[in-house]
């Protein structure tokens, strides 16, 4: 009796541990292949053409102004990012050399507001001053903002580099001075 319940324990045992080294090979499988499975994000691609992004899915954005990791780009018919103005459904977007919109932001949704024209930037001047803008067409308000005309911000330019202040030496501050405010 003893010699047969050692066998059936010899038997029991290899049974058990082949399950053990199945359990262990599945476990090794699947971490396997969970290990080696690529994570696949968005990427930035250039060819001799321009830049495009691929999306994580593998598609490329078309046809939209697209935001990634912070700024926002507009990617033409082809799926090439673009820079310079361009007129699209909501107004005139601005894109700088790096492709980044230079439009304001909407307050409201998050995402970059359509100029009136070409040129055009988000202007803040004081309400004082506002009307007469208004009234000469040099400001407008278009897409809940008002816009600034590019002829006006250039003028606003010119008329900071001209008006250069110069100042006289004077010796009204050298030790024992009077200065008398009433002249």
């Not at 045992?13 to 476990?27: C, G, T």
């Not at 005139?92 to 307050?107: A, H, L």
Request: aromatic share 16%.
């Amino acid at each position: 009796m003893c010699y047969t319940y050692n066998i059936l324990r010899i038997v029991y045992f290899r049974k058990e541990n082949k399950m053990k080294k199945l359990r262990l090979f599945v476990a090794i499988m699947v971490a396997t292949a969970t290990m080696s499975i690529t994570a696949f994000a968005g990427q930035w691609k250039q060819d001799n053409v321009g830049w495009w992004y691929q999306n994580d899915d593998g598609s490329y954005a078309v046809n939209l102004i697209k935001q990634i990791e912070g700024p926002w780009y507009y990617f033409d018919s082809t799926g090439y990012m673009k820079t310079g103005s361009y007129h699209l459904t909501d107004g005139w977007y601005s894109f700088r050399e790096d492709g980044s919109c230079s439009n304001p932001i909407s307050e409201t949704n998050g995402t970059p507001v359509g100029a009136p024209g070409e040129g055009w930037v988000k202007y803040s001047g004081n309400i004082s001053n506002t009307m007469q803008e208004i009234s000469d067409g040099r400001v407008v308000y278009y897409n809940n903002m008002y816009w600034a005309s590019s002829d006006y911000v250039n003028n606003l330019k010119d008329l900071a580099e001209r008006d250069i202040v110069t100042r006289e030496t004077t010796n009204a501050l050298t030790p024992g001075a009077i200065i008398d405010f009433n002249n």
